[in-house]
């Protein structure tokens, strides 16, 4: 099991930037997978970026590609999510999750329901 703690968000103008943190529990971080996923009220919880365990596989939404980088420190337990040239569009609670299964329904693991484990969120706010 592992417990995810998300923190970075806050209040940015568009066209600036933010770097998302995940802090994961445990000694076996590198056995998950990781994404990022967001919901703006009254939204559905929607994919934003996948790493595999290694970091050397990424996946992004295209409303955030180009714009966002995901990375991961498995030495510090540690997934990122680097968001540049925000859009007031992003504002929204951001979510990190783990999922430890060898083989998921999607290759990129793009829906909510491929992953075991799920932070608290963080709120990031762009304004116009």
């Known amino acids: 099991q592992v417990q995810l703690v998300e923190s970075g968000g806050g209040l940015v103008q568009a066209g600036g930037s933010l770097r998302l943190s995940c802090a994961a529990s445990?000694?076996?971080?590198?056995?998950?997978?990781m994404g990022w996923f967001r919901q703006a009220p009254g939204k559905e919880r929607e994919f934003v970026a996948y790493?595999?365990?290694?970091?050397?596989?990424?996946y992004y939404a295209d409303s955030v590609k180009g714009r966002f980088t995901i990375s991961r420190d498995n030495a510090e337990n540690t997934v990122y999510l680097q968001m540049n040239s925000l859009k007031p569009e992003d504002t929204a609670d951001y979510f990190c999750?783990?999922?430890?299964?060898?083989?998921?329904?999607?290759?990129?693991?793009?829906?909510?329901?491929?992953?075991?484990?799920w932070g608290q969120g963080t709120q990031v706010t762009v304004s116009s």
């Open positions: 790493i595999n365990r290694s970091g050397d596989i990424t």
């Open positions: 999750a783990a999922d430890a299964k060898d083989y998921s329904g999607s290759f990129y693991r793009v829906s909510f329901y491929e992953y075991e484990y």
């Open positions: 445990g000694r076996t971080f590198s056995r998950y997978h």
